[in-house]
T-cell receptor, first 114, second 111 residues
Framework: EAQVTQNPRYLITVTGKKLTVTCSQN?????MSWYRQDPGLGLRQIYY???????DKGDVPEGYKVSRKEKRNFPLILESPSPNQTSLYFC?????????????FGEGSRLTVL | GDSVTQMEGPVTLSEEAFLTINCTYT??????LFWYVQYPGEGLQLLLK?????DKGSNKGFEATYRKETTSFHLEKGSVQVSDSAVYFC??????????FGAGTILRVKS
């Protein structure tokens, strides 16, 4: 089954404790992206990647890191989480750009930073 | 910068009612426009898209027309069902790399 898989789905952590949210897709997609969803703000793009070893900032990259060492994986790293990073996070992928290909979303990871 | 504005919700309708969710955008050039839908507890799914002016996107009884003169992409459905209850997001992209979303509109359909 074609899917985007995120882990963990739910996480409660404390300020400053490094964490990684993993994202994996099994569709051989070139493009992957991370979004955060906050009430009243919709989804905002954090980082995106057009291909292996190619990443770029979205609209809200501060406090986050990403890497794309393999085509299928695109982890999101919070080196020192803060309460303002409490949010619902979505990973998404597409076979090409979002213009030409549908964006497939994971089920989301709800992160709470205390 | 580019932005998308959607009507505030929630929108509450009875089954079989007509649905309109307004979406307007601000962007230079000729963005592509999308509607995504998020069902409870799930990620977003593409509902329909339009890539140039006057294009009409349609899917599952929903449709939206790309109106460059009014910078709008309103979502419509002639007869909603309870199963259409979800959050609807209007979005745009210009370069194919960044998708800019509106805040989302909650739709509740009562039986």
């Amino acid at each position: 089954e074609a899917q985007v898989t995120q882990n963990p789905r739910y996480l409660i952590t404390v300020t400053g404790k490094k964490l990684t949210v993993t994202c994996s897709q099994n569709m051989n997609h070139e493009y992957m992206s991370w979004y955060r969803q906050d009430p009243g703000l919709g989804l905002r793009q954090i980082y995106y990647s057009m291909n292996v070893e190619v990443t770029d900032k979205g609209d809200v990259p501060e406090g986050y890191k990403v890497s794309r060492k393999e085509k299928r994986n695109f982890p999101l790293i919070l080196e020192s989480p803060s309460p303002n990073q409490t949010s619902l996070y979505f990973c998404a992928s597409s076979y090409a750009s979002v213009n030409t290909g549908e964006l497939f979303f994971g089920e989301g990871s709800r992160l709470t930073v205390l | 910068g580019d932005s998308v504005t959607q009507m505030e919700g929630p929108v509450t309708l009875s089954e079989e009612a007509f649905l309109t969710i307004n979406c307007t955008y601000t962007a230079t050039g000729y963005p592509s426009l999308f509607w995504y839908v998020q069902y409870p507890g799930e990620g977003l799914q593409l509902l329909l898209k339009a890539t140039k002016a006057d294009d009409k996107g349609s899917n599952k009884g929903f449709e939206a027309t790309y109106r460059k003169e009014t910078t709008s992409f309103h979502l419509e459905k002639g007869s909603v069902q309870v199963s259409d209850s979800a959050v609807y997001f209007c979005a745009l992209t210009k370069d194919g790399n960044k998708l800019v979303f509106g805040a989302g509109t909650i739709l509740r359909v009562k039986s």
